[in-house]
């Protein structure tokens, strides 16, 4: 697959933090866990800095699904949920998306969301701002959006919280290795990528029961909602906290100083989920590390003040 290639001044130019309001879509496996719950109320709580225009249903497979078909189902009623606690309609703003992972690199899968993602994409021009497209699970909707128009990389850039450091021996993470054709479109695409990993950057995003309990049980259906899901997810609740990995992506795109990143050369993905170097490949920028404290400061007072 050919991809229109980004001059290297205007590739640069898309990867800088954004300067004042975004315009993005939020791809989401919204039921794999609970992380992403409070991504999505982060994204719709901030109409000053992000106008979100749709919201796409990931495909994920773990103990909360039968199935990547399954997982991605259950993700959209997630995402029903949690609109119908924020007074959001969904008609036309919420897309199904993949029933299936990449059968190989070169393969989309057709999808509600894939489709509205190239149709928001070729709406506009190349020069125009770009359209942000925050993924916050396994990227099939998008890679597959990538393969159905490759036009798209000139007029998109993506912020995947996904995949491990590149120092590490292995990229293997829930999101990347799911997936991992989807992971090798994106990182061998040229689009304009802003990539967040997990352990030792996105990790730090720890909270516990007693902060949750202080900031977001009673901050109206939406926070007393996502009190029960943080709390129902496991019985340990002394020597228990857990990791919302998924509001750094949103985080960045807020305050990119809560996420600090560098510009590296993009990885190759091998076969075996372990990144190749090629200094010579095109750029991509790649979160270093997470100040958590912005990132939950922000979302608390959001909640605090719809509430």
């Not at 199935?67 to 924020?86: H, T, W």
């Not at 995949?163 to 990229?171: E, R």
């Not at 100040?291 to 509430?307: A, P, V």
């Amino acid at each position: 697959m050919e991809f229109p290639k980004l001059s290297l001044p205007r590739l640069l130019e898309r990867l800088e933090p954004p300067k004042g309001k975004v315009q993005m879509v939020l791809d989401t496996d919204t039921y794999n866990e609970i992380d992403d719950q409070f991504a999505v109320v982060q994204c719709l709580l901030s109409p000053e800095d992000l106008e979100v225009e749709a919201i796409y249903a990931a495909p994920f497979a773990n103990s909360r699904s039968s199935g990547a078909g399954d997982g991605m189902q259950k993700s959209y009623e997630e995402i029903q949920r949690l609109l119908s606690r924020l007074k959001v309609g969904t008609e036309g703003f919420v897309f199904r998306g993949s029933d299936s992972f990449l059968p190989a690199a070169g393969q989309p899968v057709e999808s509600e969301a894939a489709r509205d993602l190239v149709d928001k994409a070729m709406s506009r021009r190349p020069d125009d701002e770009p359209l942000y497209v925050v993924a916050i699970g396994a990227i099939t909707n998008v890679a597959s959006a990538l393969l159905m128009e490759p036009r798209i990389v000139e007029r998109i850039v993506v912020v995947w919280l996904g995949g491990q450091p590149h120092y590490w021996p292995s990229a293997r993470e829930f999101n990347l290795a799911q997936d991992v054709p989807s992971s090798q479109v994106v990182f061998n695409s040229g689009v304009p990528l802003v990539q967040i990993p997990c352990e030792n950057v996105a990790s730090h995003l720890l909270t516990t029961v007693p902060e949750v309990e202080r900031w977001v049980q009673g901050r109206g259906p939406i926070g007393d909602y996502l009190c029960e899901i943080f709390k129902d997810f496991t019985d340990d609740h002394f020597a228990w906290g857990k990791v919302i990995w998924d509001i750094s992506a949103p985080g960045w795109l807020i305050n990119s100083k809560w996420v600090p990143t560098d510009v590296v050369p993009s990885p190759i993905l091998t076969d075996q989920v372990t990144y190749s170097v090629n200094r010579s490949r095109h750029p991509m920028r790649v979160a270093t590390q997470v100040h958590r404290n912005g990132i939950f400061r922000d979302l608390f007072t959001k909640l605090r003040e719809q509430s």
